[in-house]
């Protein structure tokens, strides 16, 4: 496991200013966490697990490049960045009627190098999650291997669950790379492993960024040569339209920074 201090930190995130990526500034990064720790408490007194402030858990600039955006090897955009995304799963999914201490076990869908994944440790809850990239697997396997079962996946279902399996299902920056026509097989995937009443939340590009021309349509994708890497834009009546297929699609959540989020639920 590789720790990032001193100088080779200093290179990462200098390797970041270069690329011009925006980072998140600490005391934005300490707010979400403190919003974070509100949420534990009223969920029962729950402490900060200590991998959640360990800065082992930071992925090097190497394995970010495999991942996700460059800006996740600087340790309080990756913690910052984690610690919002958690609270707003937490608290958009209790709003909407998931009450998730009495959930027995979830899964992350992509879980990237787990930055997100690592704030649920607090919770009393069986962690699963599966990735289809090799470098991701190799990294979160090494830093929260002991905490959750993890495993590889393919690019098209099924996931090797059984049916009706789990309590909640999370993605975070996976739909915004599958292409749409493997979409509906994934949201049926989801409707399969979860539990009846189970909820499933994932972020999708925000649906005001589809191009006037393809709005018509739905849905606009650019960069299919660059593989997993490649980005799906749908309108917000398309998101609708593709989750209540399979499930009942509760809200479509929009945030700034081009961002949004599909929560859904399937029937008892």
């Known amino acids: 496991m590789e720790v990032h201090t001193g100088n080779r930190h200093v290179r990462a995130v200098k390797r970041v200013f270069r690329k011009k990526v925006k980072l998140m500034p600490p005391a934005v990064a300490e707010d979400w966490l403190d919003k974070l720790r509100d949420v534990y408490r009223d969920l029962g007194e729950l402490a900060f697990h200590p991998l959640q402030t360990d800065p082992a858990i930071v992925p090097s600039t190497a394995v970010v490049d495999q991942v996700q955006g460059p800006s996740k090897a600087d340790p309080v955009t990756f913690r910052g960045s984690g610690a ?67 495993s590889l996946s393919r690019l098209e279902p099924p996931l090797a669950y059984p049916d009706n399996h789990f309590d909640l299902i ?35 590009h925000d649906p005001g960024k589809v191009p006037k021309r393809s709005r018509a349509r739905g849905w606009h994708e650019t960069g299919r040569a660059r593989g997993i890497h490649m980005r799906a834009l749908l309108t917000e009546d398309k998101l609708k339209e593709l989750w209540s297929a399979s499930l009942h699609c509760l809200a479509v959540r929009r945030y700034p920074a081009a961002q949004a989020r599909v929560i859904s639920r399937k029937p008892v």
Not at 84 to 112: K, N, P, S
Not at 183 to 202: D, M
């Open 170 to 204: 999370i993605a975070t920056s996976v739909f915004t790379h599958i292409p749409l026509a493997l979409q509906p097989g994934w949201i049926a995937e989801f409707r399969r492993i979860l539990k009846p009443g189970g909820y499933v939340s994932v972020t999708v």
């Open 84 to 150: 919002m995304d958690a609270y707003r799963y937490l608290t958009e999914l209790a709003e909407l009627g998931f009450d998730i201490t009495g959930a027995e076990r979830m899964l992350d869908f992509g879980f990237g190098t787990g930055r997100v994944l690592v704030h649920f440790l607090p919770l009393n809850i069986e962690r699963h999650g599966c990735d289809v990239n090799q470098a991701s697997y190799d990294w979160t396997r090494q830093t929260l291997g002991a905490c959750a079962e993890l």
